[in-house]
């Protein structure tokens, strides 16, 4: 039987806001344990929550990106359920009127071809502390520094139908966030996590099939494992007869398997209902106009600029508009270099090779976008060949010059153009190779073509690849009698 | 000094009759000699008290005393003092010392008042009765085998008594009205938002509201003016400019339009308690008020409404308290289940439990509709009542309580009929309405209350007609029999 599977994600994205959502305390990250967490945090007797407008910005910014409505009156639900690291026994978050309502995110995939992804929604809420299970003698320690960092919780509608849709749909998400600058969008500390409800059906049925939630996968290429290896696992036991159960399942990324978390971990009621100690939270169209006014150019607008006015290839445009930081460095390489193609190919090309070879962040890059500029135009008015580029841009990623033109000056890397010293050069390449020169004369126009290639190579060698070809194919020309 | 009220202890101090030290220290006596009668305090704190008295008195002299300087009252054990044990009368916060003020305690610190220490009451403020306190119940000043009301028991007995001449209350259903009507005493529960709520310990947060609990409404102004206003840290507090309630308190009341509703003088309601509030309104007749018959029609449903609103906010309230960080914790857990579950067991009383089931059930999933959402729109109809019935008069009039003070364990084995005692000042609190009780006769040697009930944020008006009306009666002035 052929099988189509159904996905929907649900992206808990961390706001940057200085302060908590319903607290003055500070949300910078990986501060000591509990050094962070005022009063309030800790659910002291008596204490109550004030909203945080700037995280209410955010998470507006976030819907009209995805041009979402925004609801006018949205409110704040109490979620009840016991753990540790949630101190007032229940999380803050929005049920029945979240702050953005539906909306479209638009995928591309490696083909080219583009999906339409609808958001359910998007709801304000806090995130909860941290357990710490180890070095703790058999007990467990709770820090509650990240105790009521705002988050955004965007629930897609189930529309991927494959591992490959759901890490776009991320991808494109993470890109808006970012892009957005309402979160750092950093996985590898929690600032966007993702649950992933995944069912399959037989393909042609319009039913869908019971799904079940994988929690916490927290790269983009543990998404695409854990969705490929949940959804061989169901039309496993499928084909063998069994059903699958609608329950919550953690991903192993060491045995790469899913397995169903402890049932108790999910036997909750959440008992939700209006927070009494918060209003319902009321947007005056002046605010939803100044933060559309103050919008920045997102993914989608940007990709298609970069392809009008630099004429990038859509692929090429794609890659560099993916992540606002490489936008940004190209941009600047590009408007320094004058030159857009030459810029995309080095930032798509030799950069991104070398950040991916040491896992860097571009944001993190040993090379500088005005850096990388100044060698594009010393390619560009024939200082230096293609070759001795790569040579200047190692020497630049290992620091060994502040600049393009300082690496090429100190190690005496200048393409050589004058008539007068390549004239000698070829003079001695000609004088050390007599049978070829005769081969040469006495070629045809076909053979004599390949041949110059030798003499070229010959001298290139002798100069160190500083010579200009340009000016030894014409001095070649001459001196062979052409 | 019995029956001192504020003002009198304010001229007092500023006469140089007597000193704020002199003052507190003997309130101070006084309750060391004799609370061991009613239990009122569940915490004294005399040190510190006699050190706010001095620092008063110095700032008298230097000629810099705030509006209250130097005049020693009691708090709730329900708002948090910094240093100061903050038990809400529960084995579950018998240890826990607040690290900082709610802003009641602090807006009445810089009012220069000196805090001789906190109340007993009904635990978390779940109770009629103060009964239901871990700290043992209250005794009620006019008749120790009574119960001085709840939840606010302790604040009413030790001003009843003599121990101390104000204090603050909490009030959520009544817990300020009921127990100044069984104490004889004036107590005004303002509009919600009218005073912050910041570190006062929820009970039900759509409900709860401080205020001032005296001998007369006079001094419930000075207290009120204090308390009150928009305070940043509670999203619920009312960005409004607090009027100046002392200068109100004369206020003309001529052609003062007062309601009565029919359903407040209904079956259940003492026939000498019915008469007391005829003949108090007939005082009003004589100040130039207009008495008019009016309807509350959704009166009967206040209770059961409030008996699903105030438990579930309760349910979720009293989550915090799970023996992780602070308060009480079972000895040995064997696991996590096992910490929760028998902190919360142990650290509990009954009806504490009895209300966070009953509101835990009326949130489940499947019966939400059917409870929660029902009670919602039934507060809704409740508030329509009042606003339809404020549009033909200014206040409206009735009995705080349908009894006076009952006998000790009396009810405590039926809590429906205790439910019961709240009939006529639930409705209030759903309806987010100021209303004020003041004494208004006795029956067999029982103080009888009087309640005022007013518009949004006219404490005024209820403040002037209560002061006007003991202007004209001496019920306030009555001293309980045992009282210092």
């Known amino acids: ?482 | 000094m019995p029956n001192h009220t504020i003002a009198d202890i304010l001229r007092g101090l500023e006469a140089k009759t007597f000193s704020s030290e002199e003052i507190t220290q003997q309130y101070l006596n006084a309750i060391n000699k004799h609370d061991i009668n009613y239990n009122s305090f569940i915490t004294v704190t005399a040190e510190q008290a006699l050190a706010q008295a001095r620092a008063a008195d110095t700032a008298r002299q230097n000629g810099s005393a705030a509006p209250l300087c130097g005049v020693p009252i009691a708090h709730k054990d329900i708002f948090c003092t910094e240093g100061v044990r903050t038990s809400c009368a529960s084995k579950m916060l018998d240890n826990f010392i607040a690290p900082y003020n709610a802003t009641v305690v602090e807006r009445l610190a810089t009012a220069g008042v000196v805090t001789l220490g906190k109340t007993n009451l009904d635990e978390f403020a779940m109770g009629s009765s103060n009964e239901t306190s871990y700290y043992g119940p209250v005794r009620n000043p006019w008749n120790t085998d009574c119960v001085p009301g709840g939840s606010s028991g302790g604040s009413a007995a030790a001003i009843a008594a003599g121990l101390a001449p104000a204090a603050t209350g909490t009030d959520t259903g009544g817990s300020i009205r009921q127990p100044a009507a069984l104490c004889g005493l004036t107590g005004l529960k303002p509009t919600y938002g009218r005073v912050s709520r910041y570190g006062m310990i929820a009970f039900a947060s759509s409900l709860d509201q401080g205020g001032p609990m005296a001998k007369t409404a006079e001094d419930n102004a000075l207290l009120l003016q204090a308390m009150a206003g928009f305070d940043h840290r509670d999203s619920t507090s009312m960005d409004l400019a607090v009027p100046d309630f002392r200068a109100g308190l004369n206020k003309d009341l001529s052609g003062l339009k007062i309601g009565v509703p029919k359903e407040y003088f209904s079956e259940g309601l003492d026939p000498e308690i019915a008469s007391a509030i005829e003949a108090s309104l007939n005082e009003y007749r004589k100040m130039g008020a207009e008495i008019k018959s009016i309807s509350l029609p959704h009166t009967h449903l206040a209770v059961p409404c409030y008996y699903i609103i105030a438990p579930a906010e309760a349910s979720a309230n009293l989550s915090r308290f799970d023996g992780v960080r602070y308060g009480y914790r079972c000895e040995n857990p064997k696991d996590l289940d096992d910490l929760y579950c028998r902190s919360r067991a142990e650290g509990f009383g009954e009806e504490v439990k009895r209300r966070i089931l009953i509101g835990t059930y009326a949130l489940s999933s499947g019966f939400y509709d059917a409870y929660y959402r029902k009670a919602q729109q039934i507060r809704r109809l409740i508030k329509q009542d009042f606003d339809e019935a404020f549009k033909s008069v200014d206040i409206i009039a009735g009995p705080t309580t349908p009894n006076p003070a009952f006998a000790l364990g009396e009810k405590v084995s039926d809590p429906l009929t205790m439910y019961l005692e709240d009939i006529y000042t639930i409705a209030v609190n759903l309806a987010g309405l100021p209303a004020i009780s003041l004494p208004a006769g006795f029956t067999k040697g029982k103080p009888i209350g009087l309640q005022l009930i007013g518009r949004d944020f006219d404490e005024t008006t209820l403040l002037a007609a209560a002061h006007q009306y003991q202007q004209r009666s001496d019920w306030h002035q009555q001293a309980a029999p045992g009282s210092v």
């Open chain 1, 1 to 482: 039987m052929e099988w189509e599977v159904v996905i929907g994600l649900e992206i808990h994205v961390q706001l940057t806001t200085k302060s908590k959502i319903f607290s003055g305390s500070s949300t910078a990250f990986g501060a000591d344990a509990n050094t962070q967490a005022s009063a309030v945090d800790l659910a002291m007797p008596g204490t109550l929550p004030v909203l945080n407008e700037q995280a209410v910005k955010k998470a507006i910014l976030f819907g009209l990106a995805i041009n979402a409505d925004i609801c006018r009156d949205s409110v704040f639900d109490r979620k009840n359920y016991f753990y540790p690291d949630l101190p007032k026994g229940y999380q803050t978050t929005q049920m029945d009127f979240p702050i953005v309502g539906p909306g479209i995110v638009e995928i591309t995939l490696s083909d080219g071809s583009t999906r339409r992804i609808r958001v359910h929604h998007a709801h304000l809420e806090e995130d909860a502390g941290k357990s710490l299970h180890e070095d703790y003698q058999g007990m467990s320690g709770i820090d509650l520094n990240r105790a009521g960092t705002p988050l955004i919780e965007i629930v897609s509608e189930p529309d991927m139908r494959s591992a490959e849709e759901a890490v776009a749909y991320l991808r494109k998400i993470h890109s808006i966030v970012t892009y957005l600058g309402i979160s750092d969008g950093d996985m590898s500390q929690g600032s966007l996590r993702c649950d992933a409800n995944v069912s399959i059906r037989p393909k042609g049925q319009e039913e869908y099939g019971t799904r079940a939630e994988l929690k916490n996968i927290n790269s983009f290429r543990f998404v695409e494992r854990a969705i490929k290896t949940e959804v061989l696992r169901q039309i496993e036991l499928i084909e063998d007869g069994g059903k699958v159960k609608q329950e919550t399942r953690l991903y192993d990324s060491d045995k790469n398997e899913t397995r169903p978390m402890r049932s108790k971990e999910e036997a909750n009621d959440y008992r939700y209902f209006p927070c009494p100690d918060l209003l319902p939270v009321h947007v005056e169209q002046s605010v939803i106009d100044e933060l559309l006014a103050s919008m920045p150019e997102l993914p989608d607008a940007k990709r298609q600029r970069f392809e009008e006015e630099f004429g990038l290839s859509a692929y090429d445009a794609g890659l560099l508009t993916g992540e606002r930081p490489v936008a940004d460095y190209f941009e600047a390489v590009a408007s320094s270099a004058g030159d857009a193609k030459l810029a995309a190919n080095w930032v798509n090309g030799e950069l991104s090779a070398a950040l991916n070879r040491e896992n860097l962040a571009i944001t993190n890059s040993p090379v500088t976008a005005e850096q990388l500029g100044g060698l594009i135009q010393r390619i560009r008015d024939n200082s230096i060949s293609g070759k001795i580029a790569k040579q200047v841009f190692d020497a630049l990623w290992n620091k060994e010059g502040d600049s393009a033109d300082a690496i090429i000056d100190s190690k005496g890397l200048k393409q050589v153009s004058d008539s007068g010293a390549l004239g000698a050069m070829v003079d001695e390449v000609l004088a050390a190779n007599p049978e070829q020169v005769e081969q040469f004369r006495g070629a045809d126009e076909g053979k004599r073509k390949k041949m110059l290639g030798f003499f070229v190579g010959q001298i290139m060698k002798a100069s160190k690849g500083q010579a200009n070809p340009g000016v030894i194919n014409s001095l070649l020309n001459e001196k062979l009698g052409g």
